[in-house]
């Protein structure tokens, strides 16, 4: 979608292209970027790791299934990792989050005590 409105978008993170890669050529002065945004997947293994550096403008919480329940041990602790993602965003960020999580919502309020619409 962004590279139909003419905006170059890096796609990677958890699968795909790795975010290392995108961050080699952001910071090393002989290589210019090739996109102007990034796409990135984040699992709710990355989110443990506490990071106060990551924040991105836009964020979606897409599912909550147990299919990581052997880490997590509980539902609600699947969906407090995954909203982890929300932690350092401001009024100016935008969160989505699935219609309909209960689990997900509830735990909107801890990490980003912002107004939900």
Sequence with gaps: MLNHFG????????LGNPLSEAAFMCLSPSLKPRFQVAIVEVSSYQMEIPNKYFCP????????TPDHLERHKTMKNYAM??????????????????????LIISQVDIFCPMKLM
């Design 57 to 64: 403008s836009v964020a979606a919480v897409l599912n909550l």
């Design 7 to 14: 905006i170059e978008a890096f796609v990677g993170g958890n």
């Design 81 to 102: 990792t995954k909203c982890r993602l929300l932690s350092h965003m401001t009024d100016t960020k935008l969160g989505l989050l699935c219609f309909g999580k209960y």
